[in-house]
């Protein structure tokens, strides 16, 4: 999956969902103290912004180009550099906390992403996974289209992983990892109109699916989209239950 020139469409869409995390990042990573932070797979800098605020020393790693334009337009005094898993280019225990919100999941060798984290981590590394996302919503209006649905992540299954916090955890072990792992779970409440812009921006896993669709299959997908909302929106939203994973390895 390519999120190549996706950042304004993130931004407007999935940026507010994957937020949905950071409290709880903060707070497992406890006071700022002027400490040092990388967050890698910053995307539009959401999170970063929020580190930076709390009285962290930011520095927002993101390899996708339109991802750090968005981050740079929307937090000017953010520090955005380009940085892409495994190949960190920062020394050994460069930080003394690493994050990285729903990246992991993302990468063709998680194993590799999470051990490259970790190395660049003084003291804290900390990354999260989805086990409940709007997949479930996408895949309700597929099935109501009457369109074929893409099948699994495309991860061979020595690099694969399962999407729960059980499976996450086996993973950051494999990686190196002393991971205590607990799972938070959330409503959000995106419009139709943040769904669809992140659907046709090109975002995530049914973004993708959707840029492969003839015109007419698109066509479907649309009336689907617009069936499944006309009969699920509650005050303007559409009210999704989402669950992360969230893994927190502390290194001293």
């Known amino acids: ?51 930076a605020d709390a009285g962290w020393r ?18 000017p ?3 955005v550099t380009d940085g892409m898993l495994p190949e960190l280019a920062f020394e050994d225990g460069a930080f003394d906390v690493v994050v990285a919100n729903f990246v992991l999941n993302h990468l063709a060798d998680p194993r590799a992403g999470a051990a490259a984290l970790r190395r ?72 139709a109109e943040t769904l669809w812009t992140s659907v046709t921006g090109g975002v995530a896993g049914a ?5 492969g669709l003839s015109a007419e299959e698109r066509e479907r997908f649309r009336t689907a989209f617009d069936e499944i909302v006309a009969t ?3 005050d303007g939203a559409l009210p999704q239950t989402q669950t992360a994973v969230l893994a927190i390895d502390r290194l001293r």
Not at 58 to 73: D, N, Y
Not at 179 to 191: I, N
């Open 58 to 75: 930011v520095t927002a790693a993101e390899p996708e180009p339109s991802m750090r334009e968005a981050a740079l337009r929307r937090h």
């Open 207 to 211: 973004g993708a699916f959707y840029a």
């Open 120 to 191: 660049v981590a003084r003291s804290t590394v900390i990354a999260s996974t989805w086990s409940a996302s709007p997949s479930s919503f996408w895949a309700d209006v597929t099935a109501r289209s009457g369109l074929t649905p893409a099948t699994g992540n495309g991860l061979p299954a020595d690099k694969d992983f399962e999407r729960t916090a059980a499976g996450f955890g086996r993973m950051l072990r494999d990686a190196g990892w002393t991971p205590q792992v607990t799972e938070l779970t959330w409503t959000w409440r995106p419009s």
């Open 232 to 234: 699920t929106a509650q």
């Open 1 to 51: 999956m390519s999120w190549a020139g996706t950042g304004d469409a993130y931004a407007a869409s999935y940026a507010a969902l994957c937020a949905g995390t950071g409290a709880r990042l903060r707070e497992l990573a406890g006071a700022a103290d002027g400490r040092t932070l990388l967050d890698v797979g910053a995307g539009d800098g959401t999170l970063a912004a929020a580190w």
């Open 77 to 79: 005094s953010l520090r």
